[in-house]
């Protein structure tokens, strides 16, 4: 059984930095997928960013791309995400996202959720 589990939220100033980080656990994960999808209150959940185990192919969503870096330590099974010039649009709670496939952005598409962090960004 896969696990993922989250940690790296919390609560900063617009303009600041956040890292997020997933650790992964229960299977090998070579070809794997992995990102983050986040949730608003009120919103659907939205993807984010999404790299391939394999090769390290990374996607983002236009609304991030340029701020957030996707990154996988392989030995620690850990796949992070960097958070730069956050503005208060990126509070949500942020879910670690897994699937034994090719990259998607969209949510129905993963097999594998982490319980999600939450990020809250003040004005």
């Known amino acids: 059984q896969v696990q993922l589990v989250e940690s790296g939220g919390g609560l900063v100033q617009a303009g600041g930095s956040l890292r997020l980080s997933c650790a992964a656990s229960g299977r090998t994960f070579s070809s794997y997928a992995m990102g983050w999808f986040r949730q608003a209150p009120g919103k659907e959940r939205e993807f984010v960013a999404v790299?391939?185990?394999?090769?390290?192919?990374?996607y983002y969503a236009d609304s991030v791309k340029g701020r957030f870096t996707i990154s996988r330590d392989n030995a620690k099974n850990t796949v992070f995400l960097q958070m730069n010039s956050l503005k208060p649009e990126d509070t949500a709670v942020y879910y670690c996202?897994?699937?034994?496939?090719?990259?998607?952005?969209?949510?129905?598409?993963?097999?594998?959720w982490g319980h999600g962090t939450q990020v809250t960004v003040s004005s």
């Open positions: 790299i391939s185990w394999s090769n390290g192919n990374a």
């Open positions: 996202v897994a699937r034994p496939r090719g990259s998607s952005s969209s949510p129905s598409a993963y097999d594998y």
